[in-house]
């Protein structure tokens, strides 16, 4: 059963890089899913889409934040990152990682395995 | 780019009663890109319905997604306790590849 947990620091100073990293077990991050990605939630909000890793290796983010994120996969720890540049009080939030793990077919696009989430503070 | 708008915002009813959540796009969306969560307090969110209408592993019947289009509906059939919280759909847009969450409608005991 593929289970996610997120880590990094819960702190992040203003105009500092934050980097989450969220490792993957239960199934190999090679052939386990489609695809990777990073969500979060600011306090009391809803959920906003940050970015999604393919198999392929493409990485597409969400436009409003596409100048400052970056994902990217580590095979040999089984592991997917998320760095967020330049980072202000906006970027307060819990930050979760998701990815399909179903065995639906390919055409259905949505998340059904999600880390717990953990939480990011931008304060200096 | 599309964008989900829910309703209600917050839908407050008793246990036993039948809920309808909306759940409008601004442009057509494939069935296919559609689903929705449950998320409650302190938890991340659950996946219940995937492709508009089938049901996730392990989430119960009373669940049910319908809808096409523009138009798509959770309908609850009879709240139990546990059925209290947020509600979220999803959509999937294909060019560029990219998921959008609608706000959410909150569930909350009358």
């Known amino acids: 059963q593929l289970q996610l947990q997120e880590s990094g620091p819960g702190l992040v100073k203003p105009s500092e890089t934050l980097s989450l990293t969220c490792t993957v077990s239960?199934?190999?991050?090679?052939?386990?899913?489609?695809?990777w990605g990073w969500i979060r939630q600011p306090p009391g909000k809803g959920l906003e889409w940050i970015g999604s890793i393919y198999y392929s290796g493409s990485t597409y983010y969400n436009p409003s934040l596409k100048s400052r994120v970056t994902i990217s996969v580590d095979t040999s720890k089984n592991q997917f990152s998320l760095k967020l540049s330049s980072v202000t009080a906006a970027d307060t939030a819990v930050y979760y990682c998701a990815t399909r793990a179903g065995t639906a077919p390919y055409y259905y696009y949505y998340m059904d395995v999600w880390g717990k989430g953990t939480t990011v503070t931008v304060s200096s | 780019e599309i964008v989900l708008t829910q309703s209600p915002g917050t839908l407050s009813l008793s246990p036993g009663e039948r809920a309808t959540l909306s759940c409008r796009a601004s442009?057509?969306?494939?069935?296919?890109?559609l689903a929705w969560y449950q998320q409650k307090p302190g938890q991340a969110p659950r996946l219940l319905i995937y492709?508009?209408?089938s049901r996730a592993t392990g989430i119960p019947d009373r669940f049910s997604g319908s809808g096409s289009g523009t138009d798509f509906t959770l309908t609850i059939s009879r709240l139990e306790p546990e059925d209290f919280a947020v509600y979220y759909c999803?959509?999937?847009?294909?060019?560029?590849?990219?998921?959008?969450f609608g706000p959410g409608t909150k569930v909350d005991i009358k």
């Open positions: 239960g199934g190999s991050i090679s052939s386990s899913s489609y695809y």
């Open positions: 442009q057509s969306v494939s069935s296919s890109y």
């Open positions: 999803q959509q999937y847009g294909s060019s560029p590849p990219r998921f959008t």
């Open positions: 492709g508009a209408s």
